[in-house]
């Protein structure tokens, strides 16, 4: 029973230790997966609200320039159907806003807006309705004519990147789980054999010199010979026991 006992005592501890390393390398992976992922989507979607506000602002151009407030409106209004859209507008050089998809205009849009002549995209962060939104704003004509402003609910960006981001991290994350349930078969593969030895020595010191060790392990590492080390103690031991036997005899 104590021998018993110390086996599975080296089990949980060889283990223990495996299954320990590998939950803090799963966790460390885990991390980085889950933020290096995020941050490529995060990425892949700023890119294509950059996209949709340009692919806006070549479809406004023709429309600011000739003041055809109607057909920017109905522009306006189309790009707002795109799933996670949740207003666009257009101004005009002088700022002035001549085209939005809002009833009443919030003054937290109008403040933060580049300055006409903007030649880039340009993207902030503001809050509408309590909620996050991002707003993405491109140049029409190089800024000559104005700009177009496409803002996304922050919500809808994180449910597109959860979507992605949780699957891939929980897939990532049964390998550290499958580690440990590996930890413990290699533990059992290491410790069965000492286990046994130590079964054997028991069995000598209580005077079974009969029972051949050296088909007990056959490996070449220090287990084996250690076996082979405890089996030329038991040969001596009997040899010496019968020398003994025959002289008291």
């Not at 002549?117 to 704003?137: D, F, I, N």
């Not at 410790?191 to 079964?199: D, K, M, S």
Request: hydrophobic share 45%; proline share 2%.
């Amino acid at each position: 029973m104590g021998q018993e006992s110390r086996g599975l005592s080296l089990k949980w501890k060889i283990g223990g230790i495996y299954t320990g390393v590998m939950l803090m390398l799963g966790v460390l992976l885990v991390v980085a997966m889950y933020q290096l992922t995020k941050n490529a989507m995060q990425d892949q979607l700023h890119k294509r609200a950059v996209a949709i506000a340009t692919n806006f602002s070549a479809a406004a151009a023709g429309h600011l320039v000739s003041r055809n407030l109607l057909a920017l409106h109905a522009l306006a209004g189309k790009y707002t159907l795109i799933d996670g859209v949740a207003y666009a507008f257009i101004d005009d050089a002088k700022g002035d806003i001549v085209a939005h998809t809002l009833g009443t205009f919030p003054s937290q849009l109008r403040g933060g807006t580049p300055a006409g002549g903007e030649r880039e995209a340009h993207q902030r962060t503001l809050s509408l309705q309590g909620k996050t939104v991002y707003e993405t704003s491109v140049p029409v004509l190089e800024g000559q004519a104005g700009s177009v402003h496409v803002g996304f609910w922050g919500d809808a960006i994180e449910k597109e990147v959860q979507a992605v981001v949780f699957p891939m991290v929980g897939i990532v994350a049964m390998f550290p789980l499958v580690g440990a349930i590996l930890s413990f078969v290699i533990a059992n593969w290491i410790v069965r054999p000492i286990v046994g030895l130590t079964e054997v020595a028991d069995k000598v010191t209580r005077g079974d010199l009969d029972m051949s060790i050296g088909n007990c392990v056959v490996s070449r590492d220090e287990i084996g010979e250690l076996a082979r080390s405890l089996e030329r103690m038991r040969s001596s031991l009997r040899a010496a026991m019968l020398r003994l036997n025959r002289q008291i005899v």
